[in-house]
């Protein structure tokens, strides 16, 4: 302005000087052209609009001139009234005056200055302060959407514009990437934004710096046209859509990460050199606010997710316990009842009830492992009237797997055992059911899914679950799926255990039943044998009797021939009351009947009594039979003697019996607090397995009948029976057949209280 000014002055002076007739070419016009060039040049150029300034400071100015020359006039004139006009006099009121002036100046100026601006800037921006207060909410707003707010709010009040946006570049999956409000809407209620690979962008981004629509104005209607042209025209287009006046770019580490859009000013000016410096000034710091608040943003993100995550986690695990109690529930029910029926009822009402089905239905395979049919159906008041559409009960539906025209996707499962899923019902059920009950029911019960679960025992499918869903098959849940599998499987087991149960159960009803049997016979046998014996003894004593008398020559003398004819009859006569003796005792063991009479007695004796009673019958069969007393005196046992006697005598007799040649010795020793008495022979012996049984009734070994044929087979047990009748033991040791025997018994010291046997079969 000042170049212009002088060229003005100088070129205007020239038609001055011609006044002067200086001959000097009058160039004035051409000078107030060139001025008036410069002049627009540098108003344009340092963005000189700001007419108002002008105005107001060369007001300012003007109004002081005016004052100090006033000033001065008056000094003057008051000077040379007052003091009559003398030098010094008029020299101190200047002095006086002037240094009034120089102290006084400033503060009126800034009086005037303040006035002027208050009829001039209504409210003058304090650029200062605005970027005070801007830089404030950039350093220290952490959260994005109220940085751009805060931003945006100030940014509009403090440089009075209409409206101002901060648009965000953000990335949307697949959409690319926009720059965009937060909070401002447009007209449409969408937010402001700038798509990221326009023109306007690209302008920006290589302009680097801020951006007036009149200038791209200008720019525009300088250029010709082309394709250069049809960007800046399309940047226009764009400006004037999110409806700005000046566009700023925002960078952060060289990347353009936002862009701000500021509206025109409220007063209709156009953008000061202030303001853009102020704009210029705020970018860098709003670029790495962004990035700070957007890592911030990200962080508060990921927690946000990570709280939705762990509330899903455990609204999942909730569920999962909910199932899980209800299956435990359902399988404390079933795992309760024995009985097959209740309990296939019970998990089909449970599907229901427990678990918001529709209902279900339970099929398992026949024992013919080829047909299948319905065990259950959940029981509610629907079903009910659902089965009434039957024409028969449902049991009675039948499907035959290996029957192609018997095929439905129930047949499918149980080959396969999949699971599987529908959503017709006669897909699952027809046949065997009429395809129109089917769909009538599923009408009626408004079934949308079938589910078709398996139940799988060991490998095997031993029925299957179909479960109705009112809901489509994407909106059951895998959850439930679980629920409903291991209900499945949890059936198959209880189904299993339950059979197996049954089958015991059946079995042991027979056993009883044939044990009751045979507890029967046994009775029958031992009163018939009791019965028998008795009768029998009381003639055989009478004929033995008069036998005897006979024989000892009571009736007369008889013949030697006779005679031995009525001695053999005796023999067998007293063998036959021996046995029927024997008999009489097992009996009574049987009838739990055999009683002792017990008292203190010495075993030697019982023992020596024997060997000498046996000893001929041992001679005579050439076998050498001693008694090896013990060394020490014994302990007296608390005994039957009759009984213990009966028990020396058998073991005793019998190992004459089943000894050729040899030798047969018995000892008796003290051991564990009783008496021990071994009767060792040199015969047939005993194989291991035979002397498992030997103790019991009527055994013999096998093959012994035809070495000896007149055996019981009683001997033993009644011996073990009255040994046991003393709390004592009784059991044989051998090497194998042909290396003889020894059969022992112990018998315990002192008082003891088991007196009778118990009854044994
Ligand atoms: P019995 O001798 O009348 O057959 P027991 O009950 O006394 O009946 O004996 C049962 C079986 O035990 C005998 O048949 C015989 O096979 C076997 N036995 C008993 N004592 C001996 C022995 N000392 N040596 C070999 N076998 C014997």
């Known amino acids: 302005m000042m170049i212009a000014s002088l060229i003005g002055f100088i070129g205007g002076s020239s038609n001055f000087f011609l006044d002067f007739n200086l001959n000097i070419y009058p160039l004035g016009n051409y000078f107030v052209f060139l001025y008036a060039l410069i002049m627009t040049y540098a108003i344009i150029k340092h963005r000189l609009f700001e007419i108002r300034v002008i105005i107001t400071r060369s007001l300012v100015y003007g109004i002081l001139l005016t004052l100090v020359t006033l000033s001065f006039v008056f000094t003057a004139f008051l000077s040379g009234q007052l003091f009559g006009g003398t030098t010094i006099s008029r020299a101190i009121v200047s002095f006086i005056v002037a240094a009034l002036i120089v102290f006084g100046l400033d503060p009126l100026k800034r009086v005037l200055s303040l006035a002027t601006d208050k009829v001039f800037f209504k409210a003058k921006i304090d650029y200062q302060e605005t970027l005070r207060k801007l830089s404030e909410i950039v350093n220290t707003e952490l ?5 751009t707010e805060r931003l945006e709010t100030t940014l509009t009040q403090e440089l009075k514009l209409k409206s101002s946006a901060i648009l965000l570049r953000e990335t949307y999956k697949g959409k690319g990437e926009k720059f965009e409000a937060r909070m401002h809407k447009n007209d449409a209620g969408e937010p402001v934004a700038l798509q990221a690979e326009s023109p306007l962008i690209e302008y920006i981004q290589e302009k680097k710096h801020v951006s007036l629509l009149e200038s791209l104005e200008r720019k525009i209607e300088d250029m010709s046209e082309g394709a250069e042209r049809q960007k800046l025209e399309a940047s226009r287009a764009e400006i004037e859509q999110v409806r700005a006046a000046l ?19 409220l007063s209709g000016d156009s953008f000061s050199n202030e303001d853009l410096q102020l704009v210029e000034v705020l970018s860098p710091q709003l670029g790495s606010a962004i990035q700070k608040a957007k890592l911030f ?14 509330r899903e986690a455990t609204e999942e695990l909730k569920e999962q316990n909910v199932s899980l109690i209800t299956l435990q529930r359902i399988t404390t029910d079933i795992t309760r009842t024995l009985d097959f029926n209740k309990v296939v009822q019970d998990i089909a009402d449970a599907v229901s009830s427990e678990l918001g089905f529709v209902g279900s239905i339970l099929i398992f395979l026949d024992e013919d492992g080829r047909t299948f049919r319905a065990r259950a159906i959940t029981n509610t008041p629907l079903t009910s009237k659902a089965l009434k559409l039957l024409p028969v009960r449902f049991d009675r539906f039948a499907t ?24 017709q019902f006669s897909d699952a059920l027809s046949p065997p059911l009429p395809k129109a009950a089917s769909v009538a029911i599923q009408k009626l019960l408004k079934i949308q899914t079938v589910i078709l679960v398996p139940i799988v025992v060991e490998n095997r499918v031993i029925g299957l679950i179909e479960v109705g869903a009112r809901r489509k098959q994407e909106e059951i849940g895998e959850r439930e799926i679980e629920t409903l599998k291991s209900m499945a499987d949890e059936l198959g087991i209880v189904a299993r255990n339950l059979r197996l149960f049954e089958q015991i159960r059946t079995t042991n009803e027979q056993l009883e039943v044939a044990n009751k049997h045979l507890k029967q016979l046994d009775q029958a046998k031992s009163e018939f044998v009791s019965i028998a014996s008795h009768q029998l003894r009381t003639p055989m004593t009478g004929i033995m009797g008069y036998l005897s008398m006979m024989v000892e020559g009571d009736f007369g003398r008889i013949e030697p021939k006779h005679l031995t004819i009525l001695q053999s009859l005796l023999d067998e006569s007293q063998r036959m009351i021996r046995l029927i003796n024997l008999f009489l005792n097992v009996s009574k063991i049987e009838a739990g009947k055999l009683t002792f009479s017990k008292r203190e007695m010495q075993l030697p004796d019982v023992i020596e009594r024997e060997v000498r009673e046996l000893g001929k019958i041992a001679k005579d069969k050439k076998l ?3 008694y090896k007393k013990s060394k020490a005196p014994l302990p007296p046992v608390f005994a039957d003697a ?7 005598l058998n073991l005793i007799d019998n190992a004459i019996k089943y000894t050729k040649k040899g030798s047969v010795t018995v000892s008796a020793t003290a051991e564990d607090g009783g008496v021990r008495v071994d009767v060792k022979d040199t015969g047939i012996g005993i194989t291991k397995e035979d002397i498992r049984e030997l103790f019991n009734k009527f055994v013999r070994a096998p093959g012994i009948a035809q070495i000896h044929p007149d055996g019981s087979g009683l001997g033993l047990f009644i011996a073990k029976s009255i040994v046991e009748g003393h709390a004592g033991k009784i059991w044989v040791e051998s090497d194998g057949v042909g290396k003889g025997s020894t059969f022992s018994f112990w018998l315990p010291v002192g008082k003891q209280e088991m007196t009778t046997t118990e009854g044994k079969l």
Do not use: C, W
């Open 143 to 147: 959260d994005l959407s109220i940085l």
């Open 624 to 626: 050498e039979l001693t």
């Open 247 to 265: 566009v700023a770019p925002v960078f952060a580490q060289d990347r353009l990460n936002a862009v701000m859009v500021l509206g025109p000013k």
């Open 297 to 310: 943003d990200e962080v508060r993100q990921f927690g946000e997710q990570l709280k939705v995550r762990v």
């Open 642 to 648: 009759d009984k213990i006697q009966d028990v020396l």
């Open 400 to 423: 035959d797997m290996q029957d192609p025209k018997q095929h439905n996707l129930a047949v499918d499962v149980m080959k396969d055992g999949q699971i599987r899923y529908t959503e």
